[in-house]
């Protein structure tokens, strides 16, 4: 296998052409499974959609919006881009654009892909060419970047430009004895801009650290000079100063009152929206999102120690550990605050590999690589058994797929037992395509109880009379405000009867606990609305199973 995998990068490393492509075939084989089959995923991504869908139903770029509600939040980057692409789709004639959820995805899927080569290009300025291809392929191959592809959010697209600007800050660092060129100016700025306008201040973080720490390490910070900051801060202010101007004036500082105070301030001082966990959470589920190549990171630590005085190693780390530090410090925790450092782990990991660091002779190195083979086998059971006790019937046709997946993973791992640590990264890499297949390819259209509001949402269309409104009680997903339409009243069980009873054509999605009270106040107002039907399903935001009555009345 030693073998074979020499040939295998041997052949990838004669061009930069078809290094890249292959990169590309990789990230579209584990990104493209169940893009459009994947359910609008509650909460985040559908106020992401529908803010955007907003926008093009009142024709204002600059407030954003969830119904009623300022979202004030995020800068308005990513929303420029959804709206962009789904306006261009109603243009070419695309039916139901505006509730076709994967529309809203394509640019993260464009970022992640962007992500995947930038990241190639970023190494290639601090490792040689195989590890800068291998760094690319561990990030096609990640479950986290894998996830975000998928979901119509802000971080594929915010990661893409952290890397290009930290891709451009190494050329910097590296390379001091030259001046950069126009193209990585322009890379590291531009990026910085957009980044900017995507989420604001993540990517100047990241890299404001990495320089500080860099400039430490060399006492001066004179070689940042070379990155022309007067000429760079006037573009990024000619990009991003128009908007921030325009939502200051149309909201009178509301924005920034809400971003920054509200928003920002709340997760660095407490956990926001119940998304509380302690400091090394984040390394925690590092082993499960940077899957497959975690296990391989891990055992690289050592030589990554021995070596940090290395110029491209202290870059790397410089790169990863402060910034990490401070998102394990911050109280609320999500897992894809930290996709933009996982190019440096995937970096690190990559020069050890070439430096043959990586072996099976150090001590429980070969248990850390049952890592490889245990993902896939957990989530195969997992499913499995979500499936049985929620739909009552196991995911048949995903099985052959999860045995793929679990077979290349063992054989993995049992390289790595025979010491071919570059064989265990590739054969990992095809794992995980296999289970991104398994997964989201087979499993989850399968799993019709996550599918409460598409499904909902087919009742709503089946009604069958003119300018129908719609209610919602005790259940409140972002997903079916999306889906049903930005007029979906939400109110509490009497408040859905009283609804009703306001005439016309109208439904009601009562969840169960609401029901009482619903069918108190329709009683008492003589209101007999007819039962269309009942939606039972697991709520994936709230953790719980549901059981949903859909009521209507007709004139």
Excluded at 346 to 362: E, F, H, P
Aim: a positive charge; proline letters at 6%; aromatic letters at 10%.
């Amino acid at each position: 296998m030693r073998g074979f995998s020499g040939r295998c990068l041997a052949f990838v490393e004669a061009s930069h052409a078809r290094a890249l492509a292959i990169l590309l075939l990789l990230s579209l084989a584990a990104f493209l499974p169940g893009f459009a089959s994947l359910q609008p995923m509650d909460r985040d991504e559908p106020r992401f959609a529908q803010a955007s869908k907003q926008m093009l139903e009142t024709g204002d770029f600059v407030d954003i919006r969830f119904q009623d509600e300022a979202r004030h939040k995020k800068p308005v980057g990513i929303y420029w881009l959804q709206s962009a692409t789904v306006a261009a789709a109603e243009a070419l004639g695309v039916p139901e654009a505006r509730t076709t959820i994967a529309l809203y995805r394509l640019p993260s899927l464009a970022g992640a892909l962007a992500m995947v080569l930038l990241t190639y290009w970023a190494a290639l300025g601090v490792v040689g060419r195989r590890a800068a291809f291998l760094a690319a392929a561990f990030m096609g191959a990640s479950i986290l970047l894998g996830v975000e592809a998928r979901l119509a959010k802000t971080d594929a697209f915010l990661s893409a430009c952290s890397v290009t600007v930290m891709g451009g800050l190494a050329r910097v660092y590296l390379r001091r004895e030259a001046q950069p060129g126009p193209v990585t100016l322009l890379a590291f700025w531009g990026a910085m801009a957009i980044a900017i306008l995507i989420k604001g201040p993540i990517a100047p973080m990241i890299a404001g650290l990495a320089a500080l720490v860099l400039s430490v390490r060399e006492r001066s910070g004179r070689w940042l000079l070379a990155l022309r900051p007067g000429l760079g801060l006037v573009v990024v202010l000619l990009v991003v100063l128009p908007w921030f101007v325009a939502i200051a004036l149309k909201t009178g500082g509301a924005f920034f009152e809400e971003a920054v105070g509200r928003d920002m301030l709340a997760k660095v001082g407490s956990g926001q929206e119940k998304h509380w966990g302690p400091p090394g959470l984040y390394l925690l589920v590092f082993f499960g999102t940077f899957w497959p190549v975690a296990a391989l990171a891990a055992i690289a630590i050592p030589f990554v120690w021995r070596t940090r005085r290395e110029p491209w190693v202290a870059f790397c780390l410089a790169w990863l550990v402060p910034s990490w530090l401070v998102f394990e410090a911050v109280p609320t925790k999500l897992p894809h605050y930290v996709l933009p450092l996982y190019p440096a782990v995937a970096m690190l990991t990559a020069g050890a590999l070439m430096a043959g660091a990586i072996s099976r002779q150090r001590p429980g190195a070969s248990l850390v690589a049952l890592l490889i083979p245990f993902i896939p086998v957990g989530l195969a059971a997992g499913l499995a058994g979500f499936a049985l006790k929620f739909d009552g019937t196991l995911p048949y046709v995903a099985l052959p797929a999860f045995a793929v997946a679990v077979g290349f993973a063992v054989w993995g791992w049992s390289a790595f037992r025979r010491d071919d640590a570059i064989g265990t990264a590739l054969l990992g890499c095809v794992a995980s395509v296999a289970l991104s297949v398994a997964v989201f390819g087979l499993t989850q259209p399968v799993l019709r109880s996550l599918q409460l509001s598409p499904r909902l949402a087919a009742v709503a269309r089946a009604l069958d009379c003119a300018s129908p409104a719609f209610v919602t009680s005790g259940y409140r997903e972002p997903s079916l405000v999306f889906l049903v339409g930005t007029e979906l009243v939400m109110e509490d069980g009497a408040g859905a009867a009283r609804f009703l009873g306001q005439g016309g054509c109208r439904m009601a999605f009562v969840e169960r606990r609401e029901e009482g009270a619903f069918a108190a106040q329709a009683a008492g107002a003589g209101l007999a609305p007819t039962l269309v039907t009942r939606v039972p399903g697991f709520n994936i935001n709230g953790g719980r199973a549901l059981d949903i009555a859909v009521y209507a009345v007709k004139p």
